[in-house]
């Protein structure tokens, strides 16, 4: 069993970056895709990006497309989202989830992960 462990999260201003990391333990990082999901107050959890476990697969929704970057590194065991350009509707908890196996897809769907970190906040001022 992977236990997941976000940070980097804070308070930015509109048009600022930050980047979240996940560390995974307890488990062979290398054998799960790996997923970005947010919850904004009083949202459902939506899917931002995903990436394969060999990291050559990723996905994004649309209204960060262009601005996040996911990617990993298996020798640190660490998942990452790189967010540029922020905007106030970013705003969220943002969670890391592991999906076992080596499908070499970017997996979107929320029942597709069955391991999830505690989340880390988000905030970006307009």
């Known amino acids: 069993q992977v236990q997941l462990v976000e940070s980097g999260g804070g308070l930015v201003q509109a048009g600022g970056s930050l980047r979240l990391s996940c560390a995974a333990s307890?488990?062979?990082?290398?054998?799960?895709?790996m997923g970005w999901f947010r919850q904004a107050p009083g949202k459902e959890r939506e899917f931002v990006a995903g990436?394969?476990?060999?990291?050559?697969?990723?996905s994004y929704r649309n209204s960060v497309k262009g601005r996040f970057t996911v990617s990993r590194d298996n020798a640190k065991n660490t998942v990452y989202l790189q967010m540029n350009s922020l905007k106030a509707e970013d705003t969220a908890i943002y969670y890391c989830?592991?999906?076992?196996?080596?499908?070499?897809?970017?997996?979107?769907?929320?029942?597709?992960?069955?391991?999830w970190g505690q989340g880390t906040q988000v905030t970006v001022s307009s």
């Open positions: 307890g488990g062979a990082f290398s054998s799960y895709d």
């Open positions: 990436i394969a476990w060999s990291g050559r697969t990723t």
């Open positions: 989830a592991a999906a076992p196996g080596r499908l070499e897809l970017a997996r979107t769907r929320e029942n597709e992960y069955d391991y």
